[in-house]
Protein backbone atom coordinates (compact mmCIF):
# COMPACT_ATOMS: atom_id res chain seq x y z
CA UNK A 1 0.00 0.00 0.00
CA UNK A 2 3.01 2.09 0.53
CA UNK A 3 4.91 1.85 -2.81
CA UNK A 4 1.21 2.85 -4.74
CA UNK A 5 0.90 5.58 -2.63
CA UNK A 6 4.44 6.84 -3.00
CA UNK A 7 3.89 6.10 -6.95
CA UNK A 8 0.53 8.00 -6.79
CA UNK A 9 2.29 10.94 -4.90
CA UNK A 10 5.05 10.78 -7.60
CA UNK A 11 3.18 10.90 -10.61
CA UNK A 12 1.27 13.95 -8.77
CA UNK A 13 3.97 15.70 -8.49
CA UNK A 14 5.09 15.21 -12.25
CA UNK A 15 2.07 16.23 -13.03
CA UNK A 16 2.10 19.30 -10.83
CA UNK A 17 5.56 20.16 -12.49
CA UNK A 18 4.39 19.89 -16.04
CA UNK A 19 1.43 22.20 -15.86
CA UNK A 20 3.44 24.79 -13.92
CA UNK A 21 6.24 24.46 -17.15
CA UNK A 22 3.57 24.32 -19.50
CA UNK A 23 1.85 27.26 -17.94
CA UNK A 24 5.26 29.74 -18.10
CA UNK A 25 4.78 31.57 -21.20
CA UNK A 26 6.91 34.41 -22.02
CA UNK A 27 4.73 37.97 -22.44
CA UNK A 28 6.36 39.55 -25.30
CA UNK A 29 5.92 43.79 -26.61
CA UNK A 30 4.25 43.90 -28.97
CA UNK A 31 6.04 46.55 -31.82
CA UNK A 32 3.50 46.86 -34.54
CA UNK A 33 1.37 44.95 -37.01
CA UNK A 34 0.90 45.19 -40.60
CA UNK A 35 -1.91 44.00 -42.40
CA UNK A 36 -2.68 43.05 -46.25
CA UNK A 37 -5.67 41.73 -48.01
CA UNK A 38 -7.71 41.52 -51.08
CA UNK A 39 -11.15 40.87 -52.01
CA UNK A 40 -10.92 39.91 -55.53
CA UNK A 41 -11.59 36.78 -56.98
CA UNK A 42 -8.47 34.94 -58.36
CA UNK A 43 -7.98 31.88 -60.51
CA UNK A 44 -5.40 29.39 -59.34
CA UNK A 45 -3.67 26.55 -60.57
CA UNK A 46 -3.36 23.05 -58.63
CA UNK A 47 -0.36 22.75 -55.85
CA UNK A 48 1.31 26.03 -54.36
CA UNK A 49 0.39 29.82 -54.78
CA UNK A 50 1.81 32.49 -53.13
CA UNK A 51 -0.65 34.90 -52.32
CA UNK A 52 1.12 37.29 -50.17
CA UNK A 53 4.73 38.72 -49.69
CA UNK A 54 5.98 41.02 -47.26
CA UNK A 55 8.98 42.38 -45.70
CA UNK A 56 8.68 42.69 -41.91
CA UNK A 57 11.74 44.59 -40.13
CA UNK A 58 12.68 43.18 -36.58
CA UNK A 59 14.69 46.41 -35.07
CA UNK A 60 15.10 44.74 -31.44
CA UNK A 61 18.87 43.43 -30.67
CA UNK A 62 17.47 40.42 -28.98
CA UNK A 63 15.49 39.58 -31.84
CA UNK A 64 11.87 39.27 -32.58
CA UNK A 65 8.90 36.75 -33.05
CA UNK A 66 7.10 37.29 -36.05
CA UNK A 67 2.64 36.23 -35.54
CA UNK A 68 0.70 35.71 -38.33
CA UNK A 69 -2.82 35.44 -38.56
CA UNK A 70 -4.64 34.41 -41.90
CA UNK A 71 -8.11 34.12 -43.27
CA UNK A 72 -8.65 32.86 -47.01
CA UNK A 73 -11.83 32.05 -48.37
CA UNK A 74 -11.35 29.18 -51.58
CA UNK A 75 -12.98 27.08 -54.02
CA UNK A 76 -11.49 24.20 -56.37
CA UNK A 77 -12.57 22.85 -59.65
CA UNK A 78 -12.19 19.13 -57.67
CA UNK A 79 -13.24 18.40 -54.12
CA UNK A 80 -9.64 17.17 -52.05
CA UNK A 81 -7.51 18.85 -49.17
CA UNK A 82 -6.13 22.39 -49.34
CA UNK A 83 -4.03 24.51 -46.64
CA UNK A 84 -2.78 27.84 -45.63
CA UNK A 85 1.06 28.18 -45.34
CA UNK A 86 3.16 31.30 -43.80
CA UNK A 87 6.84 31.31 -45.02
CA UNK A 88 9.17 33.52 -43.06
CA UNK A 89 12.80 33.43 -45.28
CA UNK A 90 11.49 30.29 -46.98
CA UNK A 91 10.93 28.14 -43.94
CA UNK A 92 7.34 26.93 -42.35
CA UNK A 93 6.29 28.77 -39.48
CA UNK A 94 5.06 27.39 -36.69
CA UNK A 95 3.09 25.01 -36.71
CA UNK A 96 3.69 24.36 -40.48
CA UNK A 97 0.73 23.84 -42.61
CA UNK A 98 -1.76 21.99 -41.02
CA UNK A 99 -4.66 20.68 -43.34
CA UNK A 100 -7.68 23.07 -43.67
CA UNK A 101 -10.22 20.27 -44.30
CA UNK A 102 -11.64 19.02 -48.19
CA UNK A 103 -12.16 22.09 -50.29
CA UNK A 104 -15.57 21.82 -52.29
CA UNK A 105 -16.48 22.09 -56.16
CA UNK A 106 -19.35 24.84 -54.84
CA UNK A 107 -20.08 27.15 -52.56
CA UNK A 108 -16.25 28.89 -50.44
CA UNK A 109 -15.19 28.03 -47.86
CA UNK A 110 -12.89 29.98 -45.18
CA UNK A 111 -9.85 28.52 -44.25
CA UNK A 112 -7.50 30.13 -41.04
CA UNK A 113 -3.92 30.05 -39.85
CA UNK A 114 -2.23 31.50 -36.78
CA UNK A 115 1.42 30.90 -36.91
CA UNK A 116 4.86 32.65 -34.90
CA UNK A 117 8.02 32.32 -35.79
CA UNK A 118 11.38 33.75 -33.65
CA UNK A 119 13.54 35.98 -35.74
CA UNK A 120 17.18 37.61 -35.66
CA UNK A 121 17.70 41.17 -35.81
CA UNK A 122 16.90 42.33 -39.29
CA UNK A 123 14.75 42.37 -42.29
CA UNK A 124 12.65 38.95 -43.49
CA UNK A 125 10.40 37.98 -45.82
CA UNK A 126 6.79 36.54 -44.96
CA UNK A 127 5.05 34.70 -47.53
CA UNK A 128 1.52 33.72 -47.45
CA UNK A 129 0.73 30.97 -49.40
CA UNK A 130 -2.08 28.46 -50.50
CA UNK A 131 -2.06 25.11 -51.49
CA UNK A 132 -4.73 23.80 -53.57
CA UNK A 133 -6.00 19.89 -54.39
CA UNK A 134 -6.97 20.90 -58.21
CA UNK A 135 -7.44 24.19 -59.99
CA UNK A 136 -9.40 26.89 -58.77
CA UNK A 137 -10.19 30.59 -56.72
CA UNK A 138 -9.18 31.93 -53.47
CA UNK A 139 -11.49 35.18 -53.07
CA UNK A 140 -11.71 37.23 -50.00
CA UNK A 141 -8.18 36.70 -47.51
CA UNK A 142 -6.40 38.87 -45.07
CA UNK A 143 -3.38 38.39 -43.52
CA UNK A 144 -2.09 40.16 -40.43
CA UNK A 145 1.43 40.08 -39.36
CA UNK A 146 2.44 41.24 -36.06
CA UNK A 147 6.17 41.66 -34.72
CA UNK A 148 7.13 41.10 -30.91
CA UNK A 149 10.15 42.10 -29.42
CA UNK A 150 11.69 38.83 -28.10
Given at each position: ?????????????????????????????????????????????????????????????????????????????SAGPWQICVLVDGN???????????????????????????????????????????????????????????
Open positions: MRRISALVLGLSLLCLAAEAEAAAAKLRKLVGTATASNGVVTAVPSGTTVIDTESIKCANASGCLIEAQVIVQAIASQAQPGCPVQGSLPTSNYVVGTLRTNTLVATGTHTVQTEIVMPSAGNYAAWQADYSVYKN
